[in-house]
């Protein structure tokens, strides 16, 4: 399983990406988790084809977790896409989706590929991924996911504070991304991670790779300097290339 972080960014982050990982398994099946405003581009500028993409999971519709679907659909109906893409999302924010991606083909009426739309649900099998999701606490449903493939599992929280289910969702986890929005800790009731709870959650779950992500620019600096005496506890950015390859095993790259 290879993880290539298109963006780690927060809503309004001026140093980095909104935040969005694809996934790319040994057959070359590619997942898409969110699509933010500067995720289209981020796709652009690595390359590839316009069939590459089979899936899109929305963990949320925030605008800054899914505003880039309008112009990344846009783009592939002008350069001819033909495969249809799968969409996952929670049934209830689908309308938020459809608006965007009719406004991709816009005035017209058909992208020119199929749009598969699917709800996301507590656990399902797509080939041979096994998906399981749960809520975090955040102003918006947002649900967490967790993929297993190849014996390899990555859990991506999407925003909002940890829960006990999204905890259960992490617990065993080759590589974990949990969103982090403060340095120091935030109320109880609060929407967003904090880093003294992620590095309970590191310490009590021993994931062997921990990444925080969605954190404000201003605290970035502070947050790597915090990690630093945990191994296997970082601070992820934009272009971070991770493969899953061994049970266990930490990222190719650490941050400085």
């Not at 800054?64 to 969409?87: E, M």
């Not at 649900?121 to 102003?139: G, K």
């Not at 259960?168 to 929407?191: H, I, K, R, V």
Request: glycine share 6%.
């Amino acid at each position: 399983m290879k993880i290539d972080v298109l963006g780690c960014g927060s809503a309004f982050s001026r140093e980095q990406n909104t935040s969005a990982l694809r996934i790319t398994d040994d057959t070359n099946r590619q997942w898409l988790i969110d699509c933010g405003p500067t995720i289209p581009r981020a796709l652009w500028q690595r390359g590839g084809d316009i069939n590459d993409i089979d899936v899109i999971y929305f963990t949320h519709v925030h605008p800054d977790h899914c505003v880039g679907l309008t112009a990344l659909l846009n783009y592939w109906k002008s350069f001819s896409r033909q495969k249809p893409l799968v969409i996952y999302s929670q049934p209830q924010q689908r309308p938020v989706l459809m608006q965007l991606a009719a406004l991709a083909s816009w005035p017209q009426t058909a992208l020119g590929f199929d749009l598969d739309w699917r709800d996301a649900t507590n656990t399902w099998h797509w080939h041979d991924w096994h998906i399981r999701t749960a809520e975090t606490q955040h102003e918006l449903p947002n649900r967490a996911i967790r993929i297993t493939q190849g014996g390899r599992t990555l859990f991506y929280s999407g925003d909002g504070r940890p829960t006990s289910a999204s905890v259960a969702l992490m617990a065993g986890a080759d590589l974990a991304f949990q969103e982090c929005a403060s340095l120091t800790a935030l109320s109880e009731n609060a929407s967003h991670g904090d880093f003294p709870s992620c590095l309970a959650l590191f310490q009590q779950l021993a994931i062997p790779s921990f990444g925080l992500y969605h954190c404000y620019d201003a605290i970035l600096d502070d947050l790597k300097t915090a990690c630093q005496p945990w191994e296997g506890l970082f601070v992820s950015h934009d272009g971070l290339q991770i493969t899953l390859t061994t049970p266990h095993n930490a990222p190719e790259e650490r941050p400085a």
